[in-house]
């Protein structure tokens, strides 16, 4: 079955860097469109970045800048490279996919939390 | 940006209750409209993809309409499983795409 594991989440420093990974199985992950979107404490979700099965990436307007995505198709996995850190970057953070099929995401990994603090 | 906005932000019902949340976008999506459950604690769940089509596996007492500005989704028949929070997200602008705040449902 379709799995998505997230992993390097964490307690950092104002200004720092983290490193999100999820690992994926149980699908052709190289035709999935995949995404890391977050959920404040207490709060809703925000997609903050997406990267289409042709390599396009899209980030929002909140972590621009500071926040890179990337995949490697030949290890399953999806990367969220994050830097220059701030307390309102303190999250849940989920990895989801889907097939592009009007942009919905069929499955989610469990999430991973960070939190940023001095 | 296109905003969304659900309706109402909580609502309280019982099991066996007939209940319909709303989702308004402030411009014309039409019908790129989705639909996720978020229980406590646990990742959000795709319920509905093109405003009326059912994902695989969600069950039938779950129904979706609506194109343009205004969507709805529909619980036939209340289970004691459905009590969660409720997000609309438009997929018809670029990434990243935007959800609603949510509907939390809840039992009376």
């Known amino acids: 079955q379709v799995q998505l594991v997230e992993s390097g989440g964490g307690l950092v420093k104002p200004g720092g860097s983290l490193r999100l990974s999820c690992a994926a199985s149980?699908?052709?992950?190289?035709?999935?469109?995949m995404s890391w979107i977050r959920q404040a404490p207490g709060t809703g979700l925000e997609g903050i970045s997406y990267m289409n099965s042709g390599g396009t990436k899209y980030y929002a307007d909140s972590v621009k800048g500071r926040f890179t995505i990337s995949r490697d198709n030949a290890k399953n996995s999806l990367y969220l490279e994050m830097n220059s850190l701030r307390a309102e970057d303190t999250a849940v953070y989920y990895c989801?996919?889907?097939?592009?099929?009007?942009?919905?995401?069929?499955?989610w990994g469990q999430g991973t939390l960070v939190t940023v603090s001095s | 940006d296109i905003q969304m906005t659900q309706s109402p932000s909580s609502l309280s019902a019982s099991v066996g209750d007939r209940v319909t949340l709303t989702c308004r976008a402030s411009q014309s999506i039409s019908n790129y409209l989705n639909w996720y459950q978020q229980r406590p604690g646990k990742a959000p769940n795709l319920l509905m993809y093109a405003a009326s089509s059912l994902q695989s596996g969600v069950p039938l007492r779950f129904s979706g309409s609506g194109s343009g500005t205004d969507f709805t989704l529909t619980i036939s028949s209340l289970q004691p499983e459905d009590f969660a929070t409720y997000y609309c997200?438009?997929?018809?602008?670029?990434?990243?795409?935007?959800f609603g705040q949510g509907t939390k449902l809840e039992i009376k």
């Open positions: 989801a996919g889907g097939d592009g099929h009007y942009g919905a995401m069929s499955d």
């Open positions: 997200q438009q997929t018809y602008s670029a990434p990243p795409y935007t």
């Open positions: 149980g699908f052709t992950f190289s035709d999935y469109y």
